[in-house]
């Protein structure tokens, strides 16, 4: 019988009170070398771990029920503001969406004595490693035998977001190489390999999710100090006062979202899109 020594680890952790441990490299400004390693059991096929992610008010990003074909209503929220054709409820809709949040093992140069570590990040590096496959020179680019290190440059981009700096990322590959002279140490890297990570992110339930969402939708979201825009604000802004319009009495007000917002989730918007093809035309725009 095989034993997946990561599995005993981590239950070891569960029963003595512990959360289990993943290292996250977030690489600083200037050049890093790092060797990606392969996920134990790919999803799909797929040598990258997706997970999606909302970023709600101050709250703490959490995982994506729907992904999981689990209830969510952030994600029925969103539908049903989307399906009003309102281009202000559409905005609204902008806001709660999930974001894309990308993992992968690696092992950093010159770090190697912290083991393995995962790096996570959005879109576009996803979409910059995932070309290597189709480059017969770097096909083969996480293999620890004959792959290749990739060389990632962090450089201030000039620009800023909610009133901080922000950076562009650089990921180009370099020749061919092994990830270890050592066979042994090798395979002790590739057996380290977390073979999880949603303990990276918190799960909520229902519950804790539409309570989130009733704290922000009536919240004043000129005060939030979330960096919406005034166009945002405006949008979140109207709705709030419908909600808080529409009874005085604390108890209506406490009611579930999706049923603050009586719209009809299957109704046509005004273009000529279907909903459900509008829809994941708004999920699939970049952030």
């Given at each position: 019988m095989?034993?997946?020594l990561?599995?005993?680890?981590?239950?070891?952790?569960e029963?003595?009170?512990?959360?289990f441990?993943?290292?996250?490299?977030?690489p600083?400004i200037?050049?890093?070398r790092?060797?990606?390693?392969?996920w134990?059991?790919?999803?799909?096929?797929?040598?990258?771990?997706?997970r999606?992610?909302?970023?709600?008010?101050?709250e703490?990003?959490f995982l994506?029920?729907?992904?999981?074909g689990?209830?969510?209503?952030v994600?029925?929220?969103t539908r049903k503001?989307y399906?009003?054709?309102?281009?202000k409820?559409?905005?609204?809709?902008?806001m709660?969406k999930p974001s894309?949040?990308v993992h992968?093992?690696?092992?950093?140069?010159?770090?190697?004595?912290k083991?393995?570590?995962?790096w996570?990040?959005?879109k576009?590096?996803?979409?910059?490693?995932l070309?290597?496959?189709?480059?017969?020179?770097t096909v083969?680019?996480m293999d620890p035998?004959?792959?290749n290190?990739?060389k990632v440059t962090i450089?201030?981009?000039?620009?800023?977001f909610?009133g901080?700096?922000?950076?562009d990322?650089?990921?180009d590959?370099?020749?061919?190489?092994?990830?270890h002279?050592?066979?042994?140490?090798?395979?002790?890297w590739?057996?380290?390999?977390?073979?999880?990570?949603?303990?990276l992110?918190p799960?909520k339930s229902?519950?804790?999710?539409?309570?989130?969402?009733?704290?922000w939708?009536?919240s004043?979201?000129?005060?939030?100090?979330?960096g919406?825009?005034?166009?945002?604000?405006?949008a979140l802004?109207?709705?709030?006062?419908?909600?808080?319009?529409?009874?005085?009495d604390?108890?209506?007000?406490s009611?579930?979202v999706a049923k603050?917002?009586?719209?009809?989730?299957?109704?046509?918007?005004?273009?000529?899109?279907s909903?459900d093809?509008?829809?994941?035309?708004?999920?699939?725009e970049?952030?």
């Amino acid at each position: 019988m095989a034993v997946d020594l990561d599995a005993i680890r981590k239950r070891l952790a569960e029963l003595s009170g512990q959360r289990f441990s993943i290292q996250l490299w977030k690489p600083g400004i200037g050049e890093h070398r790092v060797r990606a390693l392969p996920w134990k059991n790919p999803k799909d096929g797929m040598p990258l771990e997706e997970r999606w992610l909302y970023y709600i008010g101050k709250e703490r990003a959490f995982l994506a029920p729907n992904q999981f074909g689990k209830p969510d209503p952030v994600h029925d929220l969103t539908r049903k503001l989307y399906s009003t054709g309102d281009p202000k409820d559409r905005e609204l809709a902008k806001m709660l969406k999930p974001s894309l949040k990308v993992h992968i093992p690696v092992i950093v140069r010159g770090e190697e004595s912290k083991g393995v570590q995962v790096w996570s990040f959005t879109k576009g590096i996803y979409t910059r490693l995932l070309s290597f496959f189709n480059d017969e020179d770097t096909v083969a680019w996480m293999d620890p035998y004959e792959g290749n290190d990739l060389k990632v440059t962090i450089q201030p981009s000039g620009k800023m977001f909610n009133g901080k700096p922000t950076n562009d990322t650089i990921v180009d590959t370099r020749k061919s190489s092994k990830l270890h002279e050592s066979d042994d140490q090798i395979k002790k890297w590739l057996e380290s390999v977390p073979t999880e990570i949603n303990s990276l992110y918190p799960e909520k339930s229902e519950r804790e999710i539409e309570s989130i969402l009733n704290g922000w939708l009536l919240s004043d979201p000129k005060s939030d100090g979330d960096g919406r825009n005034d166009k945002s604000a405006d949008a979140l802004t109207q709705l709030t006062d419908e909600i808080k319009g529409s009874s005085s009495d604390d108890e209506k007000k406490s009611k579930k979202v999706a049923k603050k917002v009586d719209v009809d989730v299957d109704a046509k918007p005004s273009s000529k899109k279907s909903l459900d093809d509008a829809f994941n035309d708004l999920m699939s725009e970049d952030d």
